[in-house]
Every structure is written in structure tokens, then in C-alpha cells.
């Protein structure tokens, strides 16, 4: 499923326009982000908990020279499904 089809569903499901379902998930969408830049985590009671996880600063090899580099410290955005997702799923 790509967005437009997440979009459709929506549209679909609600009964909204699918200018007006685009608009809510673009909406969600941003909204998850922004709280994930400000480093506040996303709970979605059922669904799942999106977070920020920091990664740091290791050192690692070139497989192509064998050279050593040094890979940069970053932030990695995490998603842990809820109960009520891994039950629908499995």
C-alpha cells in the first residue's frame, strides 16, 4: 500500500473527499514528524509508539579499500507496534 492508497482507504472509510483524506494524512503525517524532531515521542494506543533513537559515533571499515572511517552519531526515527496491531497481523 503506497499513500495514495492509504489515501483512498481513508476517503473510503470516513466518508471524506479524497482532497480532504489527503489532507488529514499528510496532516498525521507531519504532525508524527514534527514531535519526533522535537524528540516527544508518538503513542498511538493500539496501534503503536513512534520514538527517537540515538545512534552513536562508531568507527567502521570501507569494504571496498579496507580503510578505516568514522561514521557519524545520528538520530534514527523507531516504531514499536502496539498489542492490538501484532494481534490483527499474526
Not at 4 to 11: E, K, M, Q, R, T
Not at 50 to 59: E, G, L, Q
Request: net charge positive; charged share 20%.
Amino acid at each position: 500500500m503506497n499513500k495514495n492508497d492509504l489515501i483512498a482507504a481513508v476517503s473510503g472509510g470516513s466518508g471524506l473527499s479524497k482532497a480532504d483524506a489527503a489532507k488529514a494524512v499528510d496532516g498525521m503525517i507531519d504532525a508524527i514528524t514534527a514531535s519526533l524532531k522535537n524528540g516527544t515521542e508518538v503513542r498511538l494506543v493500539g496501534f503503536g509508539t513512534f520514538s527517537v533513537s540515538r545512534r552513536a559515533a562508531t568507527t567502521g571499515r570501507n569494504p571496498r579499500t579496507g580503510e578505516t572511517i568514522q561514521i557519524a552519531a545520528s538520530n534514527q526515527p523507531k516504531f514499536k507496534a502496539g498489542k492490538a496491531l501484532k494481534s490483527a497481523v499474526n
